[in-house]
């Protein structure tokens, strides 16, 4: 099982997730690491910095995989690759990539696609140049402003990066500066058309595919220094609501973003204003904005056009390892607190029934492309294969339970107003 961390593409190390209760379940784990930022993801639009370094670092370590892991008693035929929020969407990457083929035989993304907004850039190569503007960049093309970064001292690098952000993007409420995007046409491309495309079209890796959410995974925003956290944040997002929705929907012109961001205004808080007393409607609008609709919408597509397993899974457990125990939800990476040994548990608790639960899982899934095959004292439910004409999901809370259509009729909406 190879992980790819998290870190909305700008930060976070390998070395972050301890894998020990996955290692009990008798699987070898390999943690990796990848170039992040401005230099993993960097584009000028061409050839001379194409960008996704940071995605080709990691279909690189899957190369290293498949040469070595049997040296550590692995099989390079059955890996599995595991990843949450930017390391979800960089599974997602790697199921859309032709580069990635045949690296790989399973696939977990947990919170995260490369259809959130946050993980994918329409405009790389402007915040590539406004970037090195502001740093004093005067040139005139592509090897001008590579030339020009290398002159740059590493600091200035590493400095603001919101300043690369055009006037639009700059008024979302969560995004990632610099983060994957679509090459041009050439030999080591990782990805030449948008997400959506491949995903709409059925255009991608068909392998056994896991993927979820938490229930509230924006509830961070609305809690203490959130970024919908005061009574001033909140007035202005409900006066302008079609500015700092809009820039995060994918409809091609701007107007279309701006009716499109009023008609989710509409539809979660019916015509009333927006205040603090509506912070689950507004965690739960930017969670499935941010999150879901895009997890959401290649759990379709995938159950739709590949005849491989698929599994869906809503993580709601709110226990002593949560973000905000006794809040309104879980919370983006909740369970990934619960996944990897980084606090200790009575194994006997809620808590750390949950960890076993899921450690177990998420191993059966990679040995026997099914999280479920037997019951056991253990594993309480059965956990069904996805599809269309029965979408089931597994919610991942203390008891385990399964139900059908998550968020369907949001979800619907959501659907009918994205490509």
């Keep these: 099982m190879v992980w790819i961390h998290g870190g909305c593409f700008t930060e ?19 943690s990796i690491n990848y170039r992040l930022g401005l230099l993993g993801f960097l584009s000028t639009g061409d050839g001379v910095v194409p960008g996704n370094m940071g995605l080709k670092d990691q279909t690189e370590a899957l190369h290293w995989v498949q040469r070595n892991i049997e040296a550590f008693g692995g099989d ?45 850039s329409k405009n790389a190569t402007d915040r590539a140049i406004r970037y090195a503007k502001t740093l004093g960049y005067t040139g005139k093309s592509s090897n001008d402003l590579a030339d020009f970064l290398t002159t740059v001292d590493f600091g200035s690098l590493l400095s603001d990066e919101t300043i690369a952000l055009s006037d639009e993007d700059s008024k979302s409420l969560f995004t990632c500066v610099w983060v994957p995007s679509a090459e041009p ?4 491309a ?6 959506w495309t491949l995903v709409a079209e059925g255009r991608f890796t068909y392998v056994p595919y896991m993927s979820g959410v938490t229930d509230l995974e924006q509830l961070a925003q609305v809690m203490s220094h959130g970024a919908l956290s005061s009574d001033s944040r909140v007035r202005n997002l409900d006066e302008n609501f079609d500015e700092i929705v809009g820039c995060d929907l994918r ?28 912070n689950y409607t507004t965690a739960l609008f930017d969670s499935h904005l941010f999150f879901v609709e895009g997890v959401d919408a290649v759990i379709r597509s995938t159950a739709r056009y590949s005849s491989e397993p698929v599994f869906y899974y809503e993580f709601s457990f709110n226990g002593p390892l949560s973000s905000f125990p006794g809040g309104m939800g879980a919370a983006h990476a909740d369970d990934i607190h619960y996944l990897f040994a980084t606090s200790t548990l009575d194994p ?4 750390g029934i949950v960890r076993a639960q899921m450690t177990a899982m998420w191993t059966n899934f990679a040995k026997y492309d099914n999280p479920t095959p037997e019951g056991n004292t253990l594993l309480t439910e059965v956990w069904n294969e996805y599809d269309e004409s029965s979408p089931t999901y597994l919610e991942i809370t203390s008891p385990l339970k399964t139900a059908k259509s998550l968020f369907g009729p949001d979800m619907n909406f959501w659907h009918d107003l994205l490509p």
Aim: charged letters at 20%; a negative charge.
């Design 12 to 30: 976070g190390s390998g070395e972050s997730a301890k894998p020990n209760y996955f290692v009990d379940n008798d699987v070898i784990v390999v």
């Design 348 to 351: 006997d608790s809620d808590g």
């Design 251 to 278: 409809l091609p012109t701007r107007k279309e973003r701006l009716d499109g961001a009023l008609s989710v205004k509409q539809f979660y808080y019916n015509g009333s204003e927006i205040t603090m007393k509506e």
């Design 185 to 188: 046409e050439h030999e080591s």
């Design 190 to 195: 990782f990805l030449t058309e948008e997400p």
């Design 76 to 120: 390079p035929d059955k890996v599995t690759i595991f990843g949450q929020s930017a390391g979800g969407a960089s599974v997602h990457y790697h199921v859309l990539s032709s580069s990635s083929k045949g690296l790989f035989k399973n696939a977990i993304a947990m919170s995260g696609s490369a259809l959130n907004p946050w993980a994918f």
